[in-house]
């Protein structure tokens, strides 16, 4: 059976589409992360001040309105910083230097974040391949491309967001696999 596809191609990634999905995901991270802290805060401080007793119902109420306020609203401010700092850029940088090709029998995975991660994945290491799309990818229309391989261990499920047009390129891998595992 002769081989239809070039020996050579990149696969095309949507970088806006991936750019801001992973900068909407890491901001909800981290304002969801830090603000869990901040609702242990202004519980602790409500219930120093339920021990302390108050004067009135509405005037404990206010106390509460108020703690619960404030340390929402610093945990908030802390996740902003926190993002902006660490997160805002990287975001952009994965984005921008995901690369996805296939060279002969390989598949190469490259990324940048803060470590450069440079992969070749032989087609027969490639048990499977699906697709994914959770609600947040599904508000900014991107799908992930998912492989399993027979490496084990942490490595086992390669996820690769922001594939254009993933089913047809899920397909195509698919069919480049079965042709090209035994070279």
Known sequence: MSDQYPDTFDIEIDRDRLRNYLRTKWLLSWVLGLGFFGGLISFATVG???????SSWRAGLMFVAKSVALSFGSTTLLALLFYFILSHRLA?????????????AFLRIRQ?????????????SIVDYATTQDSLMRRFRIHALQMATIAGGQNTHLIVPGVKDCLRVRDLLADIDRQRENQ
């Open 112 to 124: 940048h974040t803060t470590v450069l991660s440079d992969r070749k994945l032989h087609f027969r």
């Open 48 to 54: 120093a001040a339920i021990e302390q007793g108050s």
């Open 92 to 104: 952009g940088r994965f984005a921008a230097s995901l690369q996805i090709s296939v060279e002969g």
